[in-house]
């Protein structure tokens, strides 16, 4: 059979954003294109990329290699080691490169000619994917800080939940300000799409994601029919055609998210939110929630997310 070439125009696609910002419908609607072949969390670029030394030295690539073959979700896309050892060194010994041949020959394996990884925190190394593949894209997903915080909490409740909507909405005003950063640098490289617009407007934002990375619109997209589902968590339920809807936040739909936790991301991250269309709504607190609210949530939160993002920054 042939081998699948990949167009030179035709770079990766990589799908980033927070968590819960709904990066697993948009892969699971790409995986259902003919020609696409979507993978998830290989963490490739946010904890392998330049881990190991120059891949030159033969020594180097193969410790880069082993550990790429340990991580379970690389696993999962059948790596021929041996294939690859062999082809590495057919070309530029990088680690783009080496990421990409792993990503190639999974495409491969299913009959398509172009791939892509869905990664959260992804964005932040738009540098070097773009350095490394100059006709990739990358689509950043954005939510209502709100609605994500509340479905946070219902799947995931953090052991602490003290301060926790601090270091929450400050993630988010990070994640949309890098956003809008790397688009102002990469116009042609990178979207940034609201979770909003992709379940409310299905076919028509699918239809735009499409002309952004240069493929025909494809029906099945919509049904996911053909869906490449990696089986945890939230896919291994996932439906068979695209979750749609109006998601509108409503102070009445609450299921794990405290009206005193809206006060706050209402206050911190009012300005972002309004630019990105997420109202504000009113939160009428009773006299001991407001108490609780001034004198306990607002310096904690705001405490915890200082030294949040004082961490981030230092781990970079």
């Not at 948009?26 to 294109?33: D, G």
């Not at 891949?55 to 880069?64: A, D, K, T, V």
């Not at 299913?110 to 593949?133: M, N, P, S």
């Not at 219902?154 to 929450?168: D, I, K």
Request: glycine letters at 6%; a positive charge; proline letters at 5%.
């Amino acid at each position: 059979m042939p081998q699948p070439e990949a167009t030179e125009n035709k770079g990766p696609i990589f799908i980033g954003g927070l968590d819960n910002s709904g990066k697993t419908h948009l892969r699971l609607a790409l995986s259902s294109h003919p020609n696409i072949a979507m993978s998830r969390r290989t963490y490739m670029w946010t904890r392998v990329y330049n881990h190991y030394g120059d891949l030159s030295h033969w020594e180097n690539f193969e410790r880069c290699l082993n550990a790429l073959l340990e991580r379970k979700d690389v696993r999962l896309l059948q790596p021929d080691a041996e294939r690859i050892r062999r082809e590495f060194w057919l070309g530029a010994p990088t680690y783009g490169r080496l990421f990409a041949l792993i990503h190639e020959r999974f495409a491969e394996r299913l009959g398509k000619t172009r791939w892509g990884e869905q990664e959260a925190g992804i964005e932040a190394c738009a540098d070097e994917i773009f350095k490394a593949y100059p006709s990739a894209k990358i689509i950043h997903m954005l939510r209502d800080p709100r609605n994500r915080y509340d479905e946070m909490l219902g799947s995931a409740p953090p052991r602490v939940r003290l301060g926790r909507v601090g270091v929450n909405t400050a993630d988010w005003l990070q994640s949309a300000h890098l956003a809008e950063f790397n688009h102002q640098r990469f116009p042609e490289k990178y979207m940034v799409l609201a979770y909003e617009k992709l379940v409310s407007q299905p076919e028509n934002t699918l239809r735009k994601i499409c002309a952004f990375i240069g493929e025909e619109y494809a029906p099945a997209m919509l049904m996911l029919d053909g869906a490449i589902s990696f089986g945890s968590g939230k896919e291994a339920g996932a439906s068979s055609e695209l979750e749609t809807g109006v998601v509108e936040f409503h102070l009445d739909g609450l299921q794990a998210v405290s009206r005193r936790e809206v006060a706050f991301m209402q206050a911190f991250a009012r300005k972002e939110m309004s630019r990105r269309g997420y109202a504000a709504l009113k939160v009428r607190l009773s006299p001991r929630e407001a108490l609780l609210y001034y004198g306990m949530d607002v310096p904690l939160n705001l405490a915890r997310a200082a030294i949040w993002r004082i961490r981030i920054n230092h781990a970079k």
